[in-house]
């Protein structure tokens, strides 16, 4: 595998980001997207908590034991925002939130935030957020509904390991889905082969940091520490990819869930076979 630094840049404005990565869709870490929201100085935990804290959440654990193949994988288990907060703090551990719509319950904290002018066609409707324990972390996979994401760190570090769309079959891309079971953390070229080939970006994002993850752009995301992102988003600018997304999170996600109910074990096996068969033909 060859990965090199994610471009940083403390500032930029909304020519030069259009220019140098957003038209060209290249990924960029950089501080001046969330420098001016109050979300940087004031959400904290205990607020999370005051807010939102008897709400109850379902928690994902690690994802190698978890319906690795299948594209929308069970939670492990429900429990309140409050004790889900207090466990990832427990010292390090897999558990996480993912897309969780805390504004759902909290809408007060979007005054917190702004879509910042650096692009156009925001989908103001979702912004998520994602928390996770210190040492969990995040299938390799890319966002289904092909939009840009700006994913924006709060309280801790996260690692984040990008690769672009083309890169698909070296990282052994599941048929009827958007993710891969390859473990970048600890790569096995003896199963994956193809992967020795793969070339990347890699880069930490802390308190502050935004990374810029193009559209359908593969990303690994791992918790250096405990913490939470949230991730904003622009609309693909390819009206045919829209389309695709919404196919992608409307009837592929609910294919995929239905076949996984009735053929588990046998869908699993021809997912990873169909994506070892295209690594096979990349590797040599
Ligand atoms: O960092 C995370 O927990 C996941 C973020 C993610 O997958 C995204 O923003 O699309
Ligand atoms: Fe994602």
Redesign the pocket.
């Known amino acids: 595998m060859d990965l090199q630094p994610i471009d940083f840049r403390e500032s930029i404005d909304r020519k030069e980001f259009q220019e140098k990565y957003y038209l060209p869709q290249k990924p960029l870490i950089f501080r001046s997207f969330a420098a001016e929201w109050p979300a940087m100085k004031n959400w904290d935990y205990p607020r999370f908590k005051e807010l939102a804290g008897h709400e109850i959440v379902e928690v994902f654990g690690s994802w190698k034991s978890n319906s690795p193949t299948r594209l929308k994988t069970p939670p492990e288990r429900t429990m309140s925002f409050s004790d889900f907060i207090d466990l990832i703090h427990e010292g390090p551990n897999d558990f996480r939130l993912f ?1 969780f719509n805390l504004f759902k319950y909290a809408p007060e904290l979007k005054k917190d935030f702004f879509f910042p002018d650096i692009a156009d066609g925001w989908v103001k409707a979702i912004p998520v957020m ?1 928390f996770g324990g210190e040492g969990s972390d ?1 299938r390799l ?3 289904i509904d092909l939009s840009n ?1 700006f ?1 924006t760190q709060f309280h801790g570090e996260k690692r984040i390991t990008l690769f672009s769309p083309e890169m698909s079959p070296y990282l052994y891309k599941q048929p009827m889905g958007s993710h891969s079971n390859v473990d970048l953390r600890n790569p096995d070229y003896d199963e994956f082969p193809a992967l020795k080939k793969a070339k990347g970006y890699t880069g930490i994002i802390r308190h502050g940091d935004t990374v810029f ?1 193009p559209s359908a752009w593969w ?1 690994y ?1 791992e918790y250096l520490t405990t913490g939470y992102g949230m ?1 904003l988003r622009t609309v693909n600018s390819s009206v045919l990819k829209q389309l695709k997304g919404v196919y992608n999170v409307f009837v592929m996600k609910k294919i995929d869930d239905l076949i996984s109910t009735y053929y588990k074990e046998q869908w699993a096996e021809w997912k990873k076979r169909m994506a070892k068969s295209i690594g096979e033909k990349v590797a040599s």
Request: proline letters at 0%; a negative charge; zero cysteines.
């Open positions: 897309l994602f995040v996979h890319y966002d994401v994913l993850m990303h995301n991730a």
